[in-house]
């Protein structure tokens, strides 16, 4: 957690929008848009640890690196993209996607780059976030408010380290693959690649051709899919871009299809039989293109699903690569120039790739969120036993923030992206009361997130992700109890339709916020004002024109007297209100 030493609640506030987001990935840029699109808002600013824009897509750079779910839904339903080349796209090409969606709906301008967002703070009187926002060049702190406040902080944002010994003495160059460093050429190099997950089985194709030697030291086992990348066909591209609908329904087939493959993913007999068809189909392809000297190292004993598919970008050919060789011996140590293996053995090395992923499980790791009461994000996870979120994106304590992409969004089945927008719209539609000026404070209940992550966790107890396997869903912290904070337990669809239909009785809406109580206040005013003058006008003009029928009607005490005194009363009792801050 980042020191606060330097920051206080006395520092003076910079500046204000009514929406702020942490973070400039698919999640905050998704936000901007579709605040735009629903509402006509731009009052938002986003701040950014890093140079760019992109999230995911700026930060992992590595050679092979290119999404797994097909770009037709690993992207925004309301910007369909005809001109994607391959269905498996590159970081490059998803980065380019991303940033003409930030461009088109004008958010680059309402980022600040290179801005920590290191503590935000609920101020109780103002209805408001308070953040303090580190720039990292020249280390001045700078304070924001702003009403609503997200946390589009992604899943893999911090590296994991790796628990060899050593590391510090190695002599040459030695990065994580989400800090891949391209002044590093690799041609005929001996390099090390620790890992086989996603990245790791992506990594290995893209660079053994360039090296003299490569060794992948790996620790567990995955189900490596047959390949489903290839070319997008002119033809189809062609379609996409001119006839009207087809990217619509190519993307609502994906959408079915992944579905489908949810299924996979339950409890049950006919659950456990679909995995068994997959897992023969799997097992089959791998064994037909691996050496069958790795076989015994590749081949999993867990069932399909468990851990994150790996789809085939080439890996399990490279591995017939002469100077390529597995191993999933233990590393004793890391030395200067290479590994020293628990037989003893020295692999010799000239730059180590670390593919060994993310700090999974964990969110805010370098930023302190503080609700209500002074309640830290952590200890409110602490009360749960890990990181939750009511519907994966709220928490009681800490009205007016969203999490986007929050704990147990993740699916191993379907694109990140649905699950994002899903959120994003449940969220709007949530304050969109208060965008109306009905209240200023959306909250939800804590005994409905209690309810809520109470589901969520047994339904997640009947799914393949609790059948024994140890994967990034449910990576234990601290060697606490293991809390799977990653995996959502229902399909996409349960998903879109609870979003769709918020449940308002766990939700309270209410408070002010000092804009809006001076509106409010103004208001009473003018409309106290306006009956003082109308009144005093009438009178003024029946005394001048007393024999006309409005004056002889408004002689009549009893017409006139009733309908001041309502007028009165109501607007009396607002001022009331509005003075003692109780209006909601
Ligand atoms: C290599 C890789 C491949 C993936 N492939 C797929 C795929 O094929 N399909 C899929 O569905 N998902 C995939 N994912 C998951 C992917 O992360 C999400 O799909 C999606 O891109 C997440 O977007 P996001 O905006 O929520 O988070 P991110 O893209 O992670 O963006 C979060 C941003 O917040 C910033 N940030 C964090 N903390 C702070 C702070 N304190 N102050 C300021 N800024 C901060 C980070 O710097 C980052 O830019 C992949 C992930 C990785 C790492």
New binding site residues.
Partial sequence: M?SHSSISLEDPVFSYSQFAC?????????LGATLQRWYGITDIRF????SQ????????Q?PG?????PSAL?SLSFECNPNWTRV?PT?AE?WEYINGVARKYDLVDKMTFG????RCVWIEDKGRWRMW?RQKQTGQVIVHECQFLY???????QPRELEIPGAERFQGPMFH??RWRHDVDLTGKRVVVFGNG??GS?IVPAIVDKTTSLTQVVRSKHWVYPPIDEKVPLWLMFTLANVPGTMQLQRFLMFIKMEVEFIGFWDGKFAKAFRKKRQRQVEAYMRAVAPEKYHDLLIPDFEVGCKRRIFDSGYLKSLHNEHLRLTDEPVEEILPHGLKMKSGEIIEADVIVMANG?KTNEF?L??DIVGRGGETIHEHWKSFGGAEAYTCESLSGFPNFFL??GPNV??GH???????ENAINYSLRIIEPLLKGKGSVAEVKRKAEEKYVQSLHHALQDTVFSTGCSSWYNRTVDGKKPWNASAYPWSQAHHWYSCLFPSWKDWRLSGQTEKNKIVKQSHTLTRLLTLTAFTLGMVFWSRRNPNTVLASLLAQPRTILPWLAGAAVKSGTEAFAVIRGTWS
Wanted: glycine share 10%.
């Fill in positions: 980042a942490i973070g400039s990935g698919f999640s905050a840029i998704a701040f950014e640890k890093q824009l992109g999230g995911t897509w700026h930060i992992n590595y690196c290119a999404c797994d779910i690993y498996l970081y998803l801005a920590a967002v290191e926002i946390g589009a902080v992604g899943f893999f944002d693959s989400a996603c990245t992506q993310f805010f370098d930023c986007l992409g993740a699916t379907t694109s990140f992206l649905i699950a994002v």
